[in-house]
């Protein structure tokens, strides 16, 4: 004699009910997935500026490795949404971090408008400090620098195997 095979349960995968009146199934028209509390984020238009002070552009490989070790990958990649839709000449939701990148001088208020630079300056003494030493050793050589002994710290190098005679 087989078995039936059996019948599959359904679990309800929406958090326990605390007052009387549940919300809705998930799926009704009509119905919004929004907390009434949830304030929208605005649309900002940004607009490229002019930039005549030297910089790396945003494409550049500095941005991302240095940059985003001082500032973190959202503040760039914010920054990198909104110098495409200036481009572009395209509107987006207000990026999250933005107060950051006004902070650092990376994006300004222009009106009702965000102004955005095609290009980024080098990390300013502040950021440097910031930055795990090895890094800023690597930051020092891309940026043409002599890593003087006194801003970082000693590492080991790796010495050569021992010679046999």
């Not at 095979?5 to 028209?29: C, L, N, Y």
């Not at 605005?42 to 500026?49: D, E, F, N, S």
């Not at 481009?87 to 987006?92: A, F, K, N, P």
Request: proline share 17%.
């Amino acid at each position: 004699m087989g078995m039936a095979p059996a019948m599959p349960v359904e679990f309800d995968v929406r958090p326990p009910i605390v007052s009387r009146h549940p919300a809705p199934p998930t799926g009704i028209a009509g119905t919004s997935s929004l907390r009434p509390t949830v304030v929208p984020r605005p649309v900002v238009t940004p607009v490229l500026l002019p930039d005549p002070r030297p910089g790396y552009r945003l494409d550049d490989p500095y941005v991302r490795r240095f940059w985003v070790a001082a500032l973190g990958p959202g503040a760039v990649a914010d920054l990198l949404r909104l110098a495409a839709a200036a481009r572009r000449g395209r509107s987006l939701l207000r990026p999250v971090h933005l107060p950051l990148l006004l902070e650092h001088d990376l994006a300004r208020r222009i009106g009702g408008r965000i102004g955005v630079r095609p290009t980024v300056p080098p990390l300013a003494e502040h950021h440097l400090r910031r930055l795990h030493p090895a890094l800023r050793r690597e930051h020092a050589l891309a940026a043409g620098e002599p890593a003087t002994p006194g801003t970082l710290p000693a590492w080991p190098t790796s010495s050569p195997a021992p010679s046999r005679s």
